[in-house]
């Protein structure tokens, strides 16, 4: 099943003081920093992922990994679409940057998934009912935010 035809779980946004080109560097750099802390891949590999390590091409495009995900579309500066599987769910992570006024933009994370069965159903309270996916999302757009703004991209 691809990302687009995923139910709908959730979106967040942040605004980022910087244009396009920044956001999507800084949407890149949040991405690689956050998923290859040595948690991530064990966590990739607990579930049952079959993606559980960094591969393919730098920067992100498609056919790169990430532990969990795969990127299935890569549309530099506009849209990022990771997907993912495991024993309990089939999600997507769908990233677009929009140009919001001058010097500004908007990245939008919006999480696909299906959560099949009675584990998937746990699963699902576990992560997204307590709380934690939101957590996590709102932390990795921060990031994008911080690092989008930094005068290293300057």
């Known amino acids: ?26 949407l890149a750099e949040a991405l690689e920093q956050s998923f290859s802390r040595t ?38 500066e506009r849209k990022l679409v990771l997907e993912g599987r495991h024993r309990f769910s089939t999600y997507a ?6 140009p919001d006024g001058a010097g500004r933009s908007r990245v939008r994370a919006e999480t696909r998934a299906v959560f099949p069965g009675a584990f998937g159903a746990l699963y699902r309270w576990f992560v997204i009912r307590t709380g934690g996916h939101a957590y996590g999302v709102r932390n ?3 990031a994008v935010r911080r690092g989008a703004e930094s005068p290293r991209f300057a």
Request: hydrophobic letters at 50%; a negative charge; proline letters at 7%.
């Open 39 to 76: 948690g991530a891949a064990g966590y990739a590999r607990l579930v049952g992922c079959a993606e559980v390590a960094a591969t393919g091409p730098r920067p992100l495009a498609e056919g790169s990994t990430l532990p969990g995900f795969r990127v299935t579309e890569a549309l530099p």
């Open 1 to 26: 099943m691809s990302g687009a035809a995923l139910p709908y779980v959730d979106e967040h946004v942040t605004l980022v003081a910087a244009g396009a080109g920044d956001a999507w560097r800084g």
């Open 140 to 142: 990795l757009l921060s």
């Open 93 to 98: 992570f769908v990233f677009r940057v929009e």
